[in-house]
């Protein structure tokens, strides 16, 4: 069993800050790549960063230069440094994990999710 857990959402305004930070815990052997993905009202959930347990990461375009993925491996933690924030930033923002359990291949977990509202 693994949870994973996000905190950190909440309401800015435009050009403010916000972090997220996600938790794993539970039968973790080791995690592999840790992401966030986002849902805004009436659209599909989309990718919106995601490092490798080597550090390497990768942004989708909109959110390039303005958002910051990292993580904590000692702790099984990952974060989304969220700056100069616009409305259509505004989500549910989920964190996911490609977790290893003793035993098994690995498997894609997620948050229950932390909204995020930027107003204008």
């Known amino acids: 069993q693994v949870q994973l857990v996000e905190s950190g959402g909440g309401l800015v305004q435009a050009g403010g800050s916000l972090r997220l930070a996600c938790t794993a815990s539970g039968s973790i052997w080791s995690i592999k790549s840790m992401g966030w993905h986002r849902q805004a009202p009436r659209k599909s959930r989309e990718h919106v960063a995601t490092?490798?347990?080597?550090?390497?990461?990768n942004y989708a375009e909109p959110v390039k230069g303005r958002f910051t993925i990292s993580r904590d491996n000692a702790k099984n933690m990952v974060y989304l440094q969220m700056d100069s924030l616009e409305p259509e930033d505004t989500a549910i923002y989920y964190c996911?994990?490609?977790?290893?359990?003793?035993?098994?291949?690995?498997?894609?977990?997620w948050g229950q999710g932390a909204q995020v509202t930027v107003s204008s």
């Open positions: 490092i490798t347990d080597r550090g390497s990461s």
């Open positions: 996911s994990a490609d977790v290893v359990v003793v035993g098994r291949p690995f498997k894609t977990y």
